[in-house]
């Protein structure tokens, strides 16, 4: 069965600081998605970003980056010069047999990032 | 223009009564869904429609009833809401089914049972 394990419950950091939030999957498909969403205090939850399993490229997107390692089976997600607005709940998730309509995403319990002016 | 809109945004109500949230895409998709956040944070898949067909139900009590009305709409309706039932839900929506589509939520409903 799919599993997202994400061990840092709530971070705090100063602003302007690095800061780096941690992602560890379980899944027995050799095909798997993975993602991340951000829930700001406003409550809504919003995409930031999908990895296939076959593309282990980092990717870069503003003060954001992903490093990807199926090695270790891990995602992990990088806030370079954090700002207060990047306080909020962030998700990494996890989907397997994509292929199959009843794919469904199974979420990690969540890292409240906490950015401190 | 609000992508995925769910109405009410506050839901407080009385135990063992019924209430229907609703919720609606414009986005052209395909597939939509229903989730649950507990009080934790924990989110939790509850339902998925393809085309106004089900596609997942997730061991999820049949007081619970989703209804598709055409492929834009999925609401929820819940009969005899127990106190268990306060959480805050979510919808979302999917150009199609299949695990490679990235999910676009709306902004939730907040249940409270009294």
């Known amino acids: 069965a799919q599993k997202v394990t994400q061990a840092q419950t709530e971070i705090s950091v100063v602003e302007k600081e690095d800061v780096t939030l941690d992602c560890v999957y379980e899944?027995?498909?050799?095909?798997?998605?993975l993602f991340w969403y951000k829930q700001p205090p406003s409550g809504e939850l919003v995409f930031l970003i999908r990895?296939?399993?076959?593309?282990?490229q980092n990717e870069i997107s503003g003060r954001y980056s992903w490093n990807f390692q199926k090695s270790t089976s891990s995602f992990n997600f990088t806030i370079t010069a954090s700002q207060v607005v990047d306080s909020a709940v962030y998700f990494c998730a996890l989907s397997e047999a994509v292929s199959r309509a009843n794919s469904k995403l199974t979420f990690g319990k969540g890292i409240t990032l906490s950015v401190r002016p | 223009d609000t992508a995925v809109s769910q109405t009410p945004k506050y839901l407080v109500t009385q135990m063992g009564n019924d209430k229907s949230i609703k919720c609606e895409q414009n986005l052209g998709h395909d597939t939509m869904y229903w989730y649950k956040q507990d009080s934790k944070k924990f989110l939790k898949i509850m339902f998925s429609y393809n085309n106004k067909e089900l596609i997942i139900n997730e061991t999820v009590p049949n007081r619970f009833s989703p209804k598709s009305p055409d492929k834009a709409h999925l609401n929820l309706h819940i009969n005899s809401l127990e106190l268990g039932d306060s959480a805050v839900y979510f919808c979302?929506?999917?150009?199609?089914?299949?695990?490679?589509?990235?999910?676009?939520f709306g902004d939730g409903t907040r249940l409270s049972i009294l």
């Open positions: 979302a929506s999917s150009q199609q089914t299949g695990g490679n589509q990235p999910q676009h």
């Open positions: 990895r296939n399993s076959f593309d282990e």
């Open positions: 899944t027995r498909d050799t095909t798997y998605y």
